[in-house]
């Protein structure tokens, strides 16, 4: 069996740096027990991971999504709205417009001397001879 190259991947994805993330995490998918769509011919799971996608057994475009879908850490799941229904909270009230600011958010409104306060106000730990 020839050697794979970036070249022969190059063709299939554009961006030599999207090859990369692309077979690492196929590597990964592989070394997780994902079945492999190529015969593995005593290559490492990277040189299969580029095999499968030189060969084009699996679509560059479901990699990216898979990638991107593993990396994400909090997924919100589309659900049509019905026409003229408002987006509410919890307890039924509409939801702020986000235009409008929220006054109760004090934190931008700390002067530089209150802050200096602050610090020398405090107390550094005592020391311990356990540490």
């Given amino acids: ?39 593995r011919d005593n290559d490492k799971n990277p040189v299969v991971a580029l095999r499968e996608i030189a060969e084009e057994t699996l679509s560059p475009d479901d990699l990216k999504e898979d990638l991107i879908h593993s990396l994400q850490k909090h997924v919100e799941i589309d659900e049509p709205e019905t026409d003229g229904q408002e987006i509410t909270d919890q307890t039924g009230a509409a939801a702020a417009s986000v235009d409008e600011p929220d006054d109760s958010i004090a934190f931008d409104r700390m002067t530089e001397e209150d802050l200096l306060a602050g610090i020398e106000g405090l107390v550094p730990p005592e020391k311990s001879d356990e540490y």
């Fill in 1 to 39: 069996m020839a050697r794979v190259t970036v070249e022969d991947c190059i063709d299939k994805v554009d961006n030599r740096f999207e090859l990369v993330l692309l077979a690492g995490h196929r590597a990964r998918q592989i070394s997780q027990g994902a079945p492999i769509t190529v015969g």
